[in-house]
């Protein structure tokens, strides 16, 4: 396996720019995703890395090789696509068999690998049934098992799990994931559902009209948001955003916000004029007395939790709290957030203001 570096990637497709100058690194051995929605430009930077697409500038690298500029068949990598791609008259075992025979090995090696796939992927069973009677499960798996043949440097998948319903998804997402870890395989994964990115990725770049808006671990993403965008896009509810106007100040440790008074994190920068408060549902909390106050509008009931949506004077604010607590809608409470949560976001640069927590977490 290897690292894969992107330095400075563009993509162009004739005025549009698809890509805009992207640069991370994917370490060796790393579960990587690429997430984003449609259209932000990761199943393009994927097809780059994967040479099915070249670079308008900049550098892809895969171990210590530089291979913008190579075509696909040159680069060691595997490619699994979400509609399968697989040879529809051919059997499960010719299916597996095809890309090593087509590299020239021997027929008794090609055997053996093809067994030892089947075996790690449990189809076994379905080697000599025809691709085209297999359950979308299955057929994932002999896409897996295509690729995973080949012993490449490097597994490429573009949304492979979108063709199945939600149950069975949520089942391959763990067989997957365990699957990379027993083969300690470098692995890049194009995915617009950010449960799925949280749930399998070692690392995150989440992607936004062709930018790196963030790159770090699920939970820097999730608990550190970079921009306003990624603090909208991540998180099932996502983060509360309350605009404002004011001023914060480096060094400021309070925040005067309309009627409530808010403890913030040490603030190493300033910012003023069109400003947004940032607080994960999570970390808001409901009281009877306080400055700072919402109308219940609706309870969601979650099972252990209940998502409570409020209407402030700053818009609609989400509080996740324990299922045991009762809510009446219509009633006024006071809404009270964790002083370390909450973030400060420039509304016109849509970047966050850094803060001592920033700091202590980096």
């Keep these: 396996m290897a690292q894969i570096r992107i330095k400075n990637l563009r993509k162009d497709f004739g005025d549009f720019n698809a890509v805009k100058c992207s640069t991370f690194t994917i370490e060796d051995g790393e579960f990587f995703m690429l997430l984003g929605p449609s259209g932000c430009g990761k199943t393009t930077t994927l097809r780059m890395i994967a040479g099915l697409e070249l670079p308008s500038a900049g550098e892809i690298h895969i171990g210590n090789e530089e291979v913008s500029n190579l075509p696909a068949s040159k680069r060691d990598i595997a490619f699994v696509f979400q509609m399968f791609a697989l040879y529809p008259h051919m059997n499960v075992r010719r299916n597996l068999s095809y890309p090593l025979i087509s590299q020239g090995m021997r027929g008794k090696d090609v055997k053996a690998k093809v067994a030892e796939v089947a075996k790690i992927l449990n189809i076994e069973g379905i080697l000599s049934s025809p691709v085209g009677g297999l359950s979308g499960g299955d057929r994932q798996r002999v896409a897996l098992g295509r690729a995973i043949v080949r012993d490449p440097q490097a597994f490429l998948m573009d949304e492979p799990l979108g063709a199945l319903d939600a149950e069975f998804r949520e089942h391959m997402a763990e067989e997957l994931r365990a699957l990379h870890d027993r083969m300690n395989a470098t692995t890049v994964y194009v995915t617009h559902d950010q449960l799925e990115a949280m749930q399998m990725g070692d690392k995150i770049v989440v992607m936004n009209n062709g930018v790196v808006e963030q790159f770090g671990t699920p939970q820097e993403v ?61 970390h808001v909390s409901l009281h009877d007395a306080g400055e700072f106050r919402g109308r219940i509008v609706t309870s969601e009931y979650l099972g252990t939790t209940q998502v409570v949506t409020l209407d402030t004077a700053h818009g609609a604010t989400k509080a996740r709290i324990s299922a045991d607590i009762d809510v009446q809608v219509g009633a006024s409470v006071a809404l009270q957030f964790t002083p370390d949560a909450i973030k400060i976001f420039d509304k016109t640069s849509g970047s966050v203001l850094a803060s001592q927590r920033d700091q202590v977490r980096a």
């Design 222 to 282: 999730h608990d550190d948001p970079a921009t306003l965008f990624v603090a909208s896009f991540i998180g099932s509810p996502a983060m509360n955003l309350l605009p404002f106007t004011g001023a914060v100040s480096a060094g400021q440790t309070e925040l005067r916000f309309d009627e409530g008074q808010f403890v913030i994190p040490r603030m190493l920068e300033g910012g003023q004029g069109e400003l947004v408060l940032g607080i994960r549902p999570e």
